[in-house]
């Protein structure tokens, strides 16, 4: 959610560090490394006796419990171990893989199959996976394709089941773990009574209520250029009932070989990378888990199918694309009161996380 610079759910959980400090402005930050990338909580605790020290032990269970259940890069994962499980049987699995494989079989459906996390056999066939970027060749491809689709993976969420219809496919949930991770540390912030927050993890974001200084959080979208760190725009979050905020971009994770790019947002229909103008997608939406998929899902469709499907389903979107050298950008009209009041483009940004999506002042 996902991959500018790591999408998505790459890294291990391995000694995760988490740091606590109190900022200029009564905000409580934590902040660390975890699942490849790096995270940062901002809370305001408004007097509440929180324990900074039970609460960075909280956070890092639940960074430790959805690694251990969705990471593909685990051979001790739920998700690596349904990968290797060449059966057409029904699988018992979490409530999470249930939940999220149910969310993307849903945008998989209103997107033309153009969202699907079958993908992963393509993902390793391009290199993508572990950082080998190489393109197959038209057979390799061809041999793959048979064995990608979501209509050939059928989800049971009450019976938390899932089953193969093909005992070769293999399930990639990195295009939408990440947000699914965000909502859950979220969750765990209000399940202790803190009602406004910002948390951040590899730019994908959520933010409840206000500043301490009780002005709304001001986040920046990274202008989508690969070798520049630049603003391309600010947004006021006014929601004060909270949103998640997630950006997915084809200019960090990609390779050239002949002259050519190659992104790592792979098309399922053709075994390729997407081949359009659009570069990077920020969608806004209550749920985090349904942002990802949606800002992945909208970055594959491309500029104009992308946005005309946003606008279908009234979903808060900025889409920037190139068109003549330069760059584009076009909002969707249920942006509403969302449409950013401030731009600072060729400004540098932060070097404190590889975010597409980060808070500023």
């Known amino acids: 959610m ?3 610079i790591l999408r998505r759910f790459g890294g291990l959980l391995l000694g995760a560090t988490l740091v606590a400090c109190q900022t200029g402005e009564d905000e409580t930050l934590l902040s660390g490394d975890v699942q490849g990338t790096t995270y940062h909580i901002k809370m305001v605790l408004d007097g509440l006796p929180a324990d900074q020290t039970e609460l960075k032990q909280a956070v890092d269970a639940v960074y430790d419990d959805i690694d251990l259940k969705l990471s593909n890069y685990r051979e001790d994962s739920e998700i690596s171990r349904i990968n290797r499980a060449a059966t057409t049987d029904w699988l018992t699995v979490s ?4 939940e999220l494989v149910d969310i993307a079989r849903q945008v998989h459906d209103k997107t033309d199959g ?8 393509l993902f390793d066939l391009w290199g993508f996976s572990r950082h080998q ?3 197959p060749t038209d057979a390799e491809i061809a041999a793959v394709l048979p064995h990608i689709g979501m209509d050939k993976l059928e989800v049971d969420v009450p019976g938390r089941r899932l089953r193969k219809k093909d005992p070769a496919l293999r399930i990639d949930l990195s ?9 859950r540390v979220a969750g765990l912030l209000e399940a202790k009574g803190i009602q406004n927050y910002l948390v951040e993890v590899g730019g994908e974001m959520q933010v409840k209520g206000r500043k301490a200084n009780g002005k709304p959080w001001r986040v920046a979208v990274e202008k989508p250029t690969p070798y520049t760190r630049e603003v391309e725009r600010i947004l006021d979050v006014h929601q004060t009932e909270g949103t998640a905020i997630m950006t997915s971009g084809t200019y960090r994770n990609f390779f050239e070989e002949g002259g050519k790019t190659y992104s790592h947002i792979l098309d399922p229909r053709t075994g ?12 806004l939406h209550p749920d985090p888990t349904w942002a990802d998929a949606w800002s992945t899902a909208l970055l594959c469709l491309g500029e104009q199918k992308g946005y005309a499907i946003a606008e279908r389903e009234r979903l808060k979107a900025l889409l920037i694309y190139g068109e003549n050298g330069g760059l584009k950008e076009r909002f969707t009209p249920a942006f509403g009161a969302e449409m950013p009041m401030a731009t600072r ?13 980060t808070e500023t002042r």
Not at 95 to 98: K, L
Not at 114 to 121: G, M, N
């Open 272 to 283: 390729r990378p997407v081949d359009h103008h659009l570069l990077s997608t920020t969608v």
């Open 133 to 135: 970027t190489r393109v």
């Open 2 to 4: 996902t991959l500018p």
């Open 345 to 357: 483009p060729a400004s540098p940004l932060s070097t404190r996380a590889p975010a597409a999506v």
């Open 175 to 183: 295009s939408i773990a990440q947000g699914y991770t965000v909502g």
């Open 114 to 121: 153009c969202y699907d996390l079958t993908v992963k056999p």
């Open 95 to 98: 409530p999470e893989i249930a």
